[in-house]
């Protein structure tokens, strides 16, 4: 068993509440550095960080919202034209990623589809309830109840012998207790702390789930004003654990 470390690079809501940056969450292990989530914001998130994104094997999106997944084409292009990435690299997300990233490239920087990487790049669509492995690296996943065009999911991992649950958004579900029930990790959206927002896990909820450890993120300004006043770590941008 190994340790693995977790780096909080993007901790905000899809309006930059509290001035933070969209979700990316580093997952770093024995084989494989995981990035669950590459919001708009996570490539300046990364520089901030001192993180180099060529480091990153694997990105894993819970949904196809920009907050969660609008970083992509600028990692890609970064990749081709500033990092001069040689490594592979593999994007795993639920179903219909590959279209919307590739439809959202074209959209941000018109005429880049002519663009070809130099390195492997692979794409992996995730059906709900399913499993893959690769190396070390086992995702499960369930279906999440958020915004139904992203194909939402909560999500899983175990690497480095250890287990890491992330709800991405959405409510509570008996499924999503399940998911995350004896993690080593669970990292949580906590969106609302005193009533509950449709679509999202919010702060009353936080009660009925299961783990060894739990992290919140994903912070409305409503949650980010109670963060000190709650008994669960809450994360910020750049906070780092080990577990």
Known sequence: MS??????VGTGDAFGSGGRFHTCILVEGPM?????????????????????????????????HGDHCGGIPFLLLDAMLGSKRARPLTIIGPENTKAHLERLQEALFPGSHVMQPKFEL????????????????????VEARHTRE??????????????IAYTGDGELTEELKRLVRGVDLLIAESYFYDKSVPWHLNYPD????????????????????????????????GYAITI
Do not use: W
């Not at 692979?122 to 996943?141: F, M």
């Open 206 to 237: 936080i009660s009925h789930l299961d783990a060894r450890r739990v992290v919140l993120t994903h912070m409305h300004a409503n949650m980010l004003e109670q963060a000190d006043n709650v008994p669960e770590e809450c994360a910020h941008d």
């Open 32 to 64: 494989n550095t995981i990035a669950i989530d590459f919001g708009a914001s996570s490539l300046i998130g990364l520089r901030r960080e001192a993180i180099d994104p060529n480091s990153i094997d694997v990105v894993l999106l819970t949904h196809l």
């Open 122 to 141: 692979h794409y992996e669509e995730l059906s709900p309830g399913t499993r893959k492995e690769a190396a070390d690296l086992v995702i499960d996943n």
């Open 150 to 163: 992203t194909n939402p999911l909560a999500v899983r991992i175990s690497l480095g012998g250890k287990q």
């Open 3 to 8: 340790n693995v470390k977790i780096t909080f």
